[in-house]
């Protein structure tokens, strides 16, 4: 017994709470501090428990306590999100900017609403997807410029006959893609080979299965024209229309290119005894899975030529135009930004109606494919 009257009192009380084995007691000295003790246990007579329970009571207490209610309060009125457009709508638009475009697409088919707020916010969305995503692919497949958003004094000189027949070597001979409307879409040479590129990537994303499987693809005999090839060009050529309009289908559209070059790149890797033995790129399957392009910012082979016939898909490993590997700087150059304007300015120049001499060196350069002199570093 100590001289207070009780017992297992520490004589220096601290600021720390109770543990579970700890018990706080209340002296009843006079002064109302509360004391640490350890638990006494004793095995012959139960514990009851004799203390009152310690009742807190000021201002202070009295401000939290209404403080408490009042959010317990507000969390009870506030609605809860019980679907994705509950959320606010810059968070709904965030997490739309992590999806595929393909995962976009299918939200779309959710509801009225979802479907609205996506359209209303596309071009944002498609811009995030975009930028995390396909950020190398949007740079070697840029869109082509719609005919109407071509200034007015150089459409006459790309709808001159002149020109339009130089044009017929990008159009005529190919079974895989829908010759370029000169109505509708610019016809300067980088809006053909954007066109061309474009609808060459659906068409080689169409015939993956046959490549993945070794089934031969079609061959379509010379001269015919069967109707599914015409549906199947038309089908790509209206995707390409769309996606002139619409971020969120352009991103689409390198999103299936994106699956295409790395299905091709496991496809053709065939081990150590080839002559790379490397996997194109040094592509590993958990790079593949994360479903971004940042895998081809590495160094690999460019890719100059155009891919002219659907034989060609057979030994096409990746198909990664408008862009060449600095050595000094060790980096890709991406060139295809800006060029429709310096194309469409060649243009201008040399085919207003009222000119009627061309050099013959400008044609003969114009007619073939892109020379790398045009490359800009
Ligand atoms: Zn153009």
């Avoid at 209340?26 to 095995?43: F, L, V, Y």
Wanted: hydrophobic fraction near 35%.
């Amino acid at each position: 017994m100590s001289a207070t009257g009780h017992e297992n009192v520490q004589d220096k009380p601290t600021a720390m709470p109770p543990s579970d084995d700890q018990e706080i007691s209340i002296i009843t000295t006079g002064s109302r501090k509360a004391s640490r003790r350890d638990r006494i246990i004793d095995e012959d007579e139960p514990l009851v428990d004799t203390t009152a329970k310690l009742t807190l009571k000021s201002k202070k207490t009295d401000r939290a306590k209404r403080r408490v209610e009042k959010k317990q309060k507000k969390v009870a009125t506030s609605p809860t999100p019980t679907s994705l457009l509950n959320l606010p709508a810059e968070l709904l638009q965030e997490i739309a900017g992590y999806l595929q475009p393909s995962d976009v697409f299918q939200l779309l088919q959710v509801n009225r609403n979802v479907y609205d707020f996506i359209q209303s916010n596309e071009s944002t969305i498609a811009r995030d997807i975009i930028r995390r995503r396909y950020f190398v692919l949007s740079r070697c497949f840029p869109l082509p410029v719609a005919f109407e958003n071509v200034e007015s004094s150089a459409r006459p000189s790309l709808l001159s006959d002149r020109r339009q027949d130089m044009l017929q070597i990008h159009k005529k001979p190919y079974q895989h893609v829908k010759g370029i409307d000169p109505l509708n879409i610019c016809t300067c040479m980088s809006c053909v080979f954007s066109w061309n590129n474009l609808n060459m990537i659906l068409d080689l994303s169409y015939w993956q299965k046959n490549l993945n499987e070794r089934e031969p693809i079609l061959m379509i005999p010379r001269g015919t024209a069967p109707e599914w090839n015409r549906k199947l060009l038309e089908a790509n050529a209206a995707i390409v229309e769309r996606a002139m309009d619409s971020r969120l289908v352009h991103a689409a559209i390198l999103e299936k290119h994106l699956k295409t070059t790395v299905q091709t790149i496991f496809r053709t890797f065939r081990g150590r005894k080839t002559v790379h033995p490397k996997r194109l790129y040094h592509l590993t399957l958990v790079e593949a899975e994360k479903e971004t392009d940042e895998f081809l910012e590495r160094s690999g082979p460019p890719s100059y030529e155009f891919p002219w016939h659907r034989d060609n898909y057979y030994g096409l490993e990746a198909y990664v135009p408008n862009r060449k590997w600095s050595k000094e700087q060790e980096r890709w150059l991406y060139y295809a930004e800006g060029l429709h304007e310096r194309d469409l300015e060649w243009v201008k120049q040399r085919f207003t109606p009222n000119v009627t001499s061309v050099p013959v060196r400008e044609h003969v350069t114009e007619q073939l494919p892109r020379p790398d002199s045009k490359i800009q570093l």
